[in-house]
């Protein structure tokens, strides 16, 4: 029975995080991204950069390498998830205001770009979506452990840091003003 209880108690939290009752976007969870490989081992050459390629619902081909020079945020979410829902105006307002951060939207959801692109259209957002194979997603992202999940990539390329559950465009901002970008005026 003790067993069970803990099972219970470990797994609640990300089942609350999963598009539900999770906590806010004062909340979510932040992981920084991971620290070079420990002194026992060599350091590499050069650190892997995220690789992402994926065909937009209009059809056009979104190059995470092409957007080097910016921040980019990129975003999974579902056409189901609530608090996706509620941060996509955020991260449209974001990427139209912002020259030095692009964004890209990740449905990780099951509908058919018809349907993606039928949801778009009752809450259009500035920035491209591009529709995620749930069973195969890109390598270097993977799968989410909750909804919404969100990277920020610095503009060399590199992992900045990931986010769990849902944000705003002032912890976007703030995080990119302390990794050495520019402050949100």
């Known amino acids: 029975m003790n067993k069970r209880i803990r099972l219970v108690i470990g797994v609640l939290p990300l089942l609350l995080l999963a598009c539900g009752k999770g906590p806010g976007p004062s909340t979510a969870s932040t992981e920084p991204a991971a620290t070079s490989a420990s002194a026992a081992k060599p350091a590499p050459t050069k650190a892997k950069l995220p690789g992402l390629q994926v065909t937009t619902l209009e059809g056009a081909q979104w190059d995470l390498a092409a957007q080097r020079g910016k921040w980019v945020v990129v975003n999974y979410w ?3 998830c609530g608090p996706c829902i509620q ?12 020259a030095h951060i692009s964004v890209i939207g990740l449905a990780y959801d099951e509908a058919s770009v018809e349907e993606l692109q039928a949801f778009l259209r009752d809450r259009p957002v500035t ?7 749930i069973y195969e997603p890109p390598a270097d992202f993977g799968a989410p452990r909750g ?3 969100t990277w920020l990539i610095a503009p060399d390329g590199k992992l900045a840091r990931k986010y769990t559950g849902p944000l705003t465009a002032r912890m976007l901002e703030e995080d990119i003003a302390a990794f050495g970008g520019p402050k949100a005026g």
């Open 127 to 133: 920035y491209p979506i591009a529709r995620i194979d």
């Open 87 to 98: 941060e996509m105006p955020e991260l449209s307002a974001l990427a139209a205001m912002r």
């Open 147 to 149: 909804l919404p999940t």
């Open 78 to 80: 579902a056409t189901w």
